[in-house]
């Protein structure tokens, strides 16, 4: 992972200020070109307010981005779920991601994102995305077995929707790229803007 110095940076080239692997494929799987830089900020967490952290977090990534860029496109996104009206990331542990998925059987949880964006040295746009998701009844056995295919340790709320999914997850409304980490909607609109 690289990023260019600003004076090398094309302008039509779009800046991801992100660190998420996740978010890169959803933008390659675009055709989009894009720099990646991973912006050095001090995340939120606001544990009763899941809209506010993800808010909070894209605009200052976004910030810190244009402050290296200011002459490109940007895109920047913070995902965190909500689950009972509490925010949930990513766990520090097998125990604690064991916890997590025994909580959420056979229950919903929202899934939020921010997305801030925007050319050139504009003020960003930002928008907070929602898609549900319902999990499947859950048991030691069914998460163990998850635990085998998907490491959970690096994934908000100990899963990934894009990852054997069909043995945690029952069904999923609203943007699937959203769950993942990135609404591809709205970028695909944002892109065609720019245009």
């Not at 996104?77 to 097998?94: N, Q, Y």
């Not at 928008?127 to 085998?148: A, C, D, G, M, R």
């Not at 994934?155 to 069909?166: F, L, P, R, S, V």
């Amino acid at each position: 992972m690289s990023v260019i110095p600003r004076i090398l940076t094309p302008k039509n080239l779009v800046i991801l200020g992100s660190a998420s692997e996740r978010r890169r494929d959803i933008l390659r799987k675009l055709g989009l070109h894009f720099i990646i830089a991973v912006p050095d900020v001090d995340e939120v967490f606001y544990v009763d307010n899941p809209r506010q952290t993800v808010f909070e977090n894209a605009v200052s990534k976004f910030i810190w981005c244009r402050k290296k860029y200011p002459e490109n496109k940007i895109i920047t996104a913070d995902t965190v779920i909500d689950f009972e009206g509490r925010c949930v990331s990513k766990p520090i542990s097998l125990e604690e991601a064991k916890s997590l998925l025994l909580k959420f059987s056979d229950k919903k949880q929202d899934i939020l994102t921010a997305v801030a964006l925007s050319a050139d040295d504009k003020e960003p746009e930002v928008h907070v995305v929602l898609s549900s998701v319902e999990f499947k009844k859950l048991n030691h056995q069914v998460i163990e077995e998850y635990f085998s295919k998907v490491d959970p340790l690096d994934k908000a709320g100990a899963y990934n929707i894009d990852q054997h999914a069909d043995l945690i997850i029952d069904s999923y409304s609203g943007s699937f790229s959203n769950i993942m980490g990135l609404p591809l909607e709205i970028i695909k609109t944002w892109l065609k803007q720019q245009i």
